[in-house]
């Protein structure tokens, strides 16, 4: 199982970028991928999820209308699209496998069982 996260990089406030997680490795049948962060000295917190089958998503309230998850298919990549970010969005952010996850639990980090490794999001002036 792989999950290889990248795209991160320095940005400065009201900037964009685009965060991307390749999957390999597993079915996608019931799958649900994540994106989550943790800033330094800060528990790891749910940012967005899809579910593979059907599409659903799912996102923080503190980054509803400015960041858009979507998935390639063709590709086994979700990408998280980050506009008009905030200092406060510095972080490492993960991606993170998770099964058979509903509206109610796909915030729960703790559902998600193999995780990739970070890309760092600095947002400075």
């Known amino acids: 199982v792989q999950l290889q996260a990248s795209g991160g990089g320095l940005v400065q406030p009201g900037g964009s970028l685009r965060l991307s997680c390749a999957a390999s490795g597993f079915t996608f049948n019931s799958v649900t991928l994540g994106w989550f962060r943790q800033a330094p000295g800060k528990e790891r917190m749910f940012v967005a999820g899809?579910?593979?089958?059907?599409?659903?998503?799912y996102y923080a309230d503190s980054v509803k209308g400015r960041f858009t998850i979507s998935k390639d298919t063709s590709k086994n990549t979700v990408y998280l699209q980050m506009d008009s970010l905030k200092p406060e969005d510095t972080a490492v952010y993960y991606c993170?496998?998770?099964?058979?996850?509903?509206?109610?639990?796909?915030?729960?980090?703790?559902?998600?069982?193999?995780w990739g490794q970070g890309t760092l999001v600095t947002v400075s002036s």
């Open positions: 993170a496998r998770a099964f058979g996850l509903i509206a109610s639990t796909v915030r729960d980090r703790d559902r998600y069982d193999f």
């Open positions: 899809v579910r593979w089958s059907g599409g659903n998503r």
